[in-house]
T-cell receptor, first 113, second 114 residues
Framework: KQEVTQIPAALSVPEGENLVLNCSFT??????LQWFRQDPGKGLTSLLL?????REQTSGRLNASLDKSSGRSTLYIAASQPGDSATYLC????????????FGKGTLLTVNP | EAGVVQSPRYKIIEKKQPVAFWCNPI?????LYWYLQNLGQGPELLIR????????DSQLPKDRFSAERLKGVDSTLKIQPAELGDSAVYLC????????????FGPGTRLTVL
């Protein structure tokens, strides 16, 4: 059974700092990995999707990497802003899992002005 | 282009009452998902539809939960009767196909059972 772990559970940083969020998964036979953002009381917004054959994806100040063999992904946020404050969720689709997304519990990020 | 639409956004009911949630996926998306998100947790899949067929409902508590997607477009998730432990956010998502593209989520329905 696929398990996804996100570290840290919560992170507070001053504005302008670069930061890294970590995601690990137990079964490396994944189809893809997706990073989401969730604002309080809101649904999930997809940030980046990495196919299993890819190593990284970039969008603006965000960069996500994937190391399938070690079962790890990182989300790098450059020059953080208060508007980046949210919960960041990592999810994987495992091969042979009927394409079910398995989520981690998320990292609650607070960027202080 | 409109995103995934869900209604209601909030619902408060007393235990043992029935409740229903509605979802309209992004136009052209054949795959529809219902997820349950408890406080401080990631979403967990309840059921997945390919068009009007439920292809994965292994996590759906069938004694009290039911879902339908009669015409392969919008979908309804029902709980009858609701229990205190059902208080959570119910999220709907859609995608063009099962796994080739990302899933797009609606804003969710926050259910409170008193």
């Amino acid at each position: 059974k696929q398990e996804v772990t996100q570290i840290p559970a919560a992170l507070s940083v001053p504005e302008g700092e670069n930061l890294v969020l970590n995601c690990s998964f137990t079964d490396s036979a994944i189809y893809n990995l997706q990073w989401f953002r969730q604002d309080p009381g809101k649904g999930l917004t997809s940030l980046l999707l990495i196919q299993s054959s890819q190593r990284e994806q970039t969008s603006g100040r965000l960069n996500a990497s994937l190391d399938k063999s070690s079962g790890r992904s990182t989300l790098y946020i450059a020059a953080s802003q208060p508007g980046d404050s949210a919960t960041y969720l990592c999810a994987v689709i495992s091969g042979g899992s009927n394409y079910k997304l398995t989520f981690g519990k998320g990292t609650l990020l607070t960027v202080n002005p | 282009e409109a995103g995934v639409v869900q209604s209601p956004r909030y619902k408060i009911i007393e235990k043992k009452q029935p409740v229903a949630f509605w979802c309209n996926p992004i136009s052209g998306h054949n795959t529809l998902y219902w997820y349950l998100q408890n406080l401080g947790q990631g979403p967990e899949l309840l059921i997945r539809y390919e068009n009007e067929e439920a292809v994965d409902d292994s996590q759906l508590p069938k004694d009290r939960f039911s879902a339908e997607r009669l015409k392969g477009v919008d979908s309804t998730l029902k709980i009858q009767p609701a229990e205190l432990g059902d208080s959570a956010v119910y999220l709907c998502a859609s995608s063009l196909s099962p796994a080739s593209v990302e899933q797009f989520f609606g804003p969710g329905t926050r259910l409170t059972v008193l």
